[in-house]
Each structure stands twice: as C-alpha cells, then as structure tokens.
C-alpha cells in the first residue's frame, strides 16, 4: 500500500525531540514555539505542497531554518510574531 501523501500543516506541532534533531540539522538553535510558527508559515505560503513522511519535512524544516533571516536572538525572543 502507498503511503498518502500529506500536507506541511498535517505535521503540525512538530515535537521537543524534533526541534533538537532540526537544531543539529540546521545548526541554528531556535526554539520550538519558532520552528512550529515557521511551519505554520510556510504551510499557508505553499498550500500544495506535500511530503510523503515526516524524514522529509524534517529535511525541508531545516533547510528553512538554516536560511533563515533573522537571527536567533530575534526570533527566540518573547515576542517575536511572524506577520501574516
């Protein structure tokens, strides 16, 4: 049987222990509330795209990270709220 595929807000919120592999990942360490905004974000920005397992959002989460713009220190901060 194939596997469905599913859409990035489908693997929202994403866990503690995720946010460490993404943090290794990206070698950016943003927090959790941070990464789980940015997939929100990004899930509404590209509603047709999909992903066949969580190993892939992962790897399409820190690829995100690691270009992200702002600095940790901003993003990190209490608060920090993306414009939508």
Partial sequence: MLSQKKRLA???PL???DAVIL???SSRSFNI??????LLKLSNK???RHFVNKIAVLNYMAKAL?????TTEQANSGN?????
Avoid: G, K, S, V
């Fill in 23 to 25: 943090q290794r990942m």
């Fill in 15 to 17: 866990t503690p222990e």
């Fill in 66 to 70: 690691a270009n992200e713009l702002l």
């Fill in 80 to 84: 920090f709220r993306f414009m939508m």
């Fill in 33 to 38: 509330y941070f990464i789980n905004q940015l």
């Fill in 46 to 48: 590209y509603p047709n």
């Fill in 10 to 12: 489908d693997y929202y």
